[in-house]
């Protein structure tokens, strides 16, 4: 069975910087997509990335960008600049390529983000 | 085009009552999932549906919770006798076939 694992349940950074949130998953399946998702407080679920398996270029969408290392399986979130709003729960999921009801989600992340 | 949406947003339900979720799926979406979690937790799957049909509902309890996803109107969540460890945030999401999954909003249900 595939799992998403998060270990970092906490993490802070200053207003402006860099910070990365790991991610590592297990599978057998060689096609797969990867996502991170971003809950504020509010709970809405919002998508902020997506990467598809097959696809060896890291996905980037504005000040977020992923590090997807398939054979390691790993794929960590990098925010640039980050902002106040940034501040949220953070869920790194998988889903089967094949099976589209198979979504895993890791435990999340903290991120707090210091003025 | 609307968002997934979900109602009630926050719904408090006394030990033993019934506890119905509902999720309208965006326009289009033949398909729809409902996910739990609990504080402090990621999402954990509990039921695939498409129009009129349980897909899979390995992540249902075997007890007490109940799905429908009727040819008209929204998907209903049914908890039966609800008790104080039935208390989390449930998410509907919906799809088009083999496609991205869109959240709504979630249902906070408190059992007191």
């Known amino acids: 069975a595939q799992t998403v694992t998060q270990s970092q349940p906490e993490m802070s950074v200053q207003e402006a910087e860099t910070v990365t949130l790991s991610c590592t998953y297990d599978t057998s399946e060689s096609d797969y997509y990867l996502f991170w998702y971003k809950q504020p407080p509010s709970r809405q679920m919002i998508l902020v990335i997506r990467q598809e398996a097959y696809k060896q270029q890291n996905a980037t969408e504005n000040r977020f960008s992923v590090n997807f290392q398939k054979a390691a399986k790993s794929f960590s979130l990098k925010i640039s600049d980050s902002q106040l709003g940034d501040a949220a729960m953070y869920f790194c999921?998988?889903?089967?390529?094949?099976?589209?009801?198979?979504?895993?989600f890791g435990a999340g992340t903290r991120l707090t983000v210091k003025p | 085009n609307a968002g997934v949406m979900q109602n009630p947003r926050h719904l408090v339900r006394r030990r033993g009552q019934e506890a119905r979720l509902r999720c309208s799926p965006m326009?289009?979406?033949?398909?729809v999932y409902w996910y739990r979690q609990l504080p402090e937790e990621g999402l954990k799957f509990m039921v695939y549906?498409?129009?009129?049909?349980?897909?899979?509902e390995s992540g249902m309890p075997k007890e007490r919770f109940s799905a429908e996803f009727p040819k008209e109107g929204p998907s209903i969540l049914r908890i039966q006798q609800v008790v104080r460890g039935d208390s989390a945030a449930y998410f509907c999401?919906?799809?088009?076939?083999?496609?991205?999954?869109?959240f709504g909003p979630g249902t906070r249900l408190t059992v007191t």
């Open positions: 326009k289009g979406h033949s398909h």
């Open positions: 999921a998988y889903r089967s390529y094949y099976n589209n009801n198979d979504m895993r």
């Open positions: 999401a919906s799809s088009p076939p083999f496609s991205e999954q869109y």
């Open positions: 549906l498409q129009k009129e049909n349980i897909i899979d």
